[in-house]
């Protein structure tokens, strides 16, 4: 549990040092800072992946990858899921078999099962939908754990639309702080 929380301290830290008080958190900006961000064709089962770069005169020395055709709310989830790889696993080596390291977003990070996956996905969700403002934002619109209606629902679309997240991943993140 240690780790996880590490990764929520960073997210929490990035969000205070760029001043960042109110939805929906500028990712591809705070994510710039860090790493080049490019978009390009891959595979849809990859959301994601970092790639390593010669050093830059900015002094980045990654490139965060993010599939171009997938919706805008998980390209945000994936460029903060890889800035989350990158600020609390600090890669430094490059190295694999065919000269170069990259971290790929899989069926097997989307389970959690991997301890830096885990990290990455807390970290994500820590800037994306930051445990403070998610539920002064919950409180503000009356929304109630226990109700099941259609208000709800519209209440969870329109958070979601705000926050620039998924549906899907603002109901996690919801259920994740109700039972923590």
């Known amino acids: 549990m240690q780790r996880i929380s590490r ?27 860090h790493a080049r961000l490019t978009y ?3 595979p849809s089962e990859i959301s994601g992946m970092l790639v390593p770069l010669p050093p830059e005169p900015s002094g980045r020395r990654w490139a965060i990858v993010v599939n ?5 709310v998980r390209q945000r989830f994936t460029i903060a899921h890889e800035l989350g790889h990158l600020l609390l696993h600090r890669y430094s080596q490059p190295h ?10 899989d069926e097997n990070s989307s389970l959690g099962s991997i301890r830096e996956e885990i990290e990455a996905n807390q970290f ?10 998610l539920l002064e934002h919950l409180a503000a619109i009356g ?27 603002l109901s996690f993140r919801i259920a994740n702080l109700a039972v923590s």
Do not use: C, N, W
Not at 143 to 169: C, N, P, T
């Open 96 to 105: 694999a078999d065919s000269g170069f390291k990259v971290r790929f977003r």
């Open 124 to 133: 994500a969700a820590e800037l994306l939908m930051p445990e403070r403002l």
């Open 143 to 169: 929304f109630d754990y226990a109700i099941e209606e259609r208000g709800q629902r519209k209440k969870i679309h329109e958070l979601a639309s705000e926050f620039g997240v998924s549906e899907q991943s």
């Open 7 to 33: 990764a929520i301290r960073t997210a929490r830290d990035l969000l205070q040092r760029e001043g960042i008080t109110e939805p929906a958190v500028p990712v591809v900006e705070i994510a710039q800072l």
């Open 68 to 72: 171009k055709a997938h919706a805008r």
């Open 40 to 42: 390009e064709d891959l």
